[in-house]
Antibody
């Protein structure tokens, strides 16, 4: 079956960067892209962006442009999301999902805490 | 960007009763709407895509309808395990956007 397994919880200082990984299995990795969504505690879902193996074919939400980079490694079937210049407002659970528009399957989530 | 607005913000329903959740898009998204269910401490789960197609393994009591700017998710007979927050999402245009969610509780 399809599985997306994300890296573990992170604690970062303000101004630092975080890189979250999403290792996939159970489907043809190159057939669909990976999206990223975050959820601030007690709040709703916020779409961050999407990428596939074509590095020229990435889409980022305006709120994150210039601060986020999404990549994939087809050899390890893993997607990555790096967010820079962290502030306390970036404290959230970050999810990866499989699909180009529809998020068919989701990772378990990676909590990221930004605190001095 | 396309704004998705859900109503009501919360809903309290007796077991066995039906519930209808609404989602409105700020411009036409054709039929490119998905619905997700999220239980506390869990990632979202896809319920409905293409406005009315049930995802694999989703019980038949969940159904979706709508087109262009008006969409709805109906739970025909609420079960205790349906307590969750439900989100709509459009994938007609970039950036993809979610509604703010509707919380469904048992009365």
């Amino acid at each position: 079956q399809v599985q997306l397994v994300q890296s573990g919880a992170e604690v970062k200082r303000p101004g630092a960067s975080v890189k979250v990984s999403c290792k996939t299995s159970g489907y043809t990795f190159t057939s669909q892209g990976i999206g990223w969504v975050r959820q601030v505690p007690g709040r709703g879902l916020e779409w961050m962006g999407w990428t596939n193996i074509d590095i020229d074919n990435r889409k980022y939400a305006p709120a994150f442009k210039g601060r986020v980079t999404m990549t994939t490694d087809a050899s390890t079937r893993t997607a990555y999301m790096e967010l820079r210049s962290l502030t306390s407002d970036d404290t959230a659970v970050y999810y990866c999902s499989r699909g180009d528009g529809i998020a068919f399957d989701w990772g378990q989530g990676t909590p990221v805490t930004v605190s001095s | 960007e396309i704004v998705m607005t859900q109503s009501p913000a919360s809903l309290s329903v007796a077991p066995g009763d039906g519930a209808t959740l609404a989602c409105r898009a700020s411009q036409s998204v054709s039929g490119n709407v998905a619905w997700y269910q999220q239980k506390p401490g869990h990632p979202p789960r896809l319920l409905i895509y293409h406005a009315s197609s049930r995802a694999s393994g989703v019980p038949g009591r969940f159904s979706g309808s709508g087109s262009r700017t008006e969409f709805s998710l109906t739970i025909s007979s609420l079960q205790s395990e349906d307590v969750a927050v439900y989100y709509c999402q459009q994938y007609s245009d970039w950036p993809r956007t979610f509604g703010q969610g509707t919380k469904v509780e048992i009365k």
